[in-house]
């Protein structure tokens, strides 16, 4: 039976690329109907796009897949955006006022345009996270309404090169499929596997992939910083193949051996490990490949984390992601950071309900996708699914330029949640009305100049020499002519 309501996600991860689909229930629990996944190491490395074709075939392979389990076309779909070169830079836009100015929403609105129009060389601005008002001295979260003289934005801005936020648009132009939103994976996971509390007291999050590790520190409710890092558990897999074997066979070496910490104690220097039916290697020598290589991934995602906040970390240390389900993997942390406080997540805050074997597997690898599917608000089923196709009928799915992400209620600056990306499209909707709304105050202004300058020019004449000789001979004139009357 087709189903006719549901939210469809997709994820493109550096080894595979999921998409799922699910339906939300009055209760807030979640229902996945959906999950097929495709392999996209050919197309996507450390997380981003390099190969359009081959990325726009496998969201079709998802897409028509997921169609097939659901019997129901899908219209449109909710995507994460994330993987290397992700950055995060602080941004300051100030604003004097006159006197003791009241603080207006419109203020507000301006200073977040002012931040977002900032220009960054070969950098998109994918979001803008707001950390704080500086009104006059005092930090304020809320500053409308507001006595001051000065106002400062603090602005914490999500980059990303635009050569790779292009490529990610082009493969679903290319495929034809719309997309609903877009959303910072980082910020979509955080939300689906953080509680108030810890990112209230302060916490980093740390999301081991395979090619890529994240890190977000979010301190007082608020994001504080972001970046992801090139390294994932593919590197270990890769120093392990160093002892010639291939990466399939050093990826099951991994999974069965490989802990993050051994103690010195409990290491058997007799002991030895299967390459295959004729190679061994010894305990230790493969335990100091993985230690070594996980350290220096280790090392790198806690130098992330800004000094300000290493002392303020009181939510502790989260860490989630496939790589969050090494032996041992709290105690590394543990040992480098100095930080007892550290939780795995194995999975989403939500209440999920599934038969699926993967999303029933709690092991950390489906938090992303599973909280972009949270993040869904808008029906992305469409009419029932022909499998037999028809060869005379026109494509069902809208186009591109039919975007059915209009159905969404329209939002005010201050409404758009922290974490969505704006799509190309809508990108070039903002530049049109920008261009539009600039022409309009220019043509108002050049109005308003040619008629202060009809004015000047009018003044002037009527103050100059021969003008006032003209009107006292007229007066004179007109003087003259009483009398004789």
Not at 178 to 202: C, F, H, I, Q, W
Request: hydrophobic share 35%; glycine share 6%.
């Amino acid at each position: 039976m087709a189903v006719k309501e549901f939210i469809v996600a997709i994820e493109l991860g550096s080894s595979k690329m999921t998409g799922i689909a699910g339906k939300k229930n009055l209760d807030g629990s979640i229902q996945v109907l959906a999950c097929v996944k495709e392999a996209s190491s050919s197309c996507i490395h450390k997380g981003v796009v390099y190969n359009i074709d081959k990325t726009a075939q496998c969201i079709t392979n998802i897409v028509n897949k997921l169609e097939k389990q659901l019997k129901t076309t899908i219209t449109q779909v909710y995507v994460g955006v994330g993987g290397q070169s992700i950055r995060s830079v602080r941004n300051v836009i100030a604003k004097d006022l006159p006197g003791e100015t009241l603080v207006t929403q419109d203020m507000v609105i301006e200073l977040m345009d002012a931040n977002r129009n900032i220009v960054y060389p070969d950098q998109e601005i994918l979001d803008a996270a707001v950390q704080e008002y500086k009104v006059d001295s005092q930090l304020q979260l809320d500053p409308v309404g507001i006595q001051c003289s000065r106002i400062e934005g603090n602005f914490l801005n999500i980059l990303q090169r635009k050569t790779f936020y292009k490529n990610l648009n082009k493969c679903f132009e290319s495929a034809n499929i719309n997309v609903a939103e877009m959303y910072l994976a980082p910020l979509a996971l955080a939300d689906s596997v953080l509680t108030e509390t810890e990112k209230r007291s302060g916490c980093a999050l740390v999301d081991l992939g395979a090619d890529t590790t994240t890190v977000s520190v979010y301190y007082k409710n608020v994001l504080r910083y972001l970046a992801v890092i090139p390294l994932g558990s593919n590197n270990i897999i890769k120093d392990i193949a160093s002892l010639q074997m291939e990466e399939q066979d050093a990826e099951k070496m991994m999974l069965k051996y490989a802990s993050a910490y051994t103690d010195n104690n409990d290491i058997d220097n007799n002991m030895k490990y299967s390459i295959d039916q004729d190679r061994q290697v010894e305990t230790r020598k493969f335990i100091e490949i993985v230690e070594g290589r996980l350290e220096e991934i280790v090392a790198n995602a806690w130098c992330q984390v800004p000094e300000e906040y290493c002392d303020k970390l009181l939510g502790g240390i989260i860490l989630t992601g496939g790589g969050s389900n090494m032996k041992n993997i709290e105690k590394a942390f543990q040992n480098y950071t100095h930080i007892d406080k550290i939780r795995i997540a194995k999975f989403v805050t939500h209440t999920i309900t599934s038969n699926i074997a993967d999303i029933n597997a709690h092991d950390g690898k489906m938090n992303t996708v599973l909280g972009l599917l949270a993040k869904g608000d808008i029906n992305c089923a469409g009419s029932e699914y022909n499998p037999n196709g028809d060869l005379f009928a026109t494509n069902t799915r809208p186009t591109q330029n039919e975007n059915p992400a209009d159905q969404r209620r329209p939002r005010a600056a201050t409404e758009v949640p922290t974490g969505v990306v704006r799509t190309a499209e809508e990108i070039r909707r903002a530049e049109e009305e920008a261009r539009i709304k600039k022409e309009e105050e220019d043509r108002i202004a050049r109005e308003k100049a040619e008629a202060e300058e009809r004015e000047r020019q009018r003044i002037k004449k009527e103050n100059s020499f021969w003008n006032k000789a003209f009107k006292g001979l007229k007066e004179f004139g007109k003087k003259m002519v009483e009398d004789e009357e």
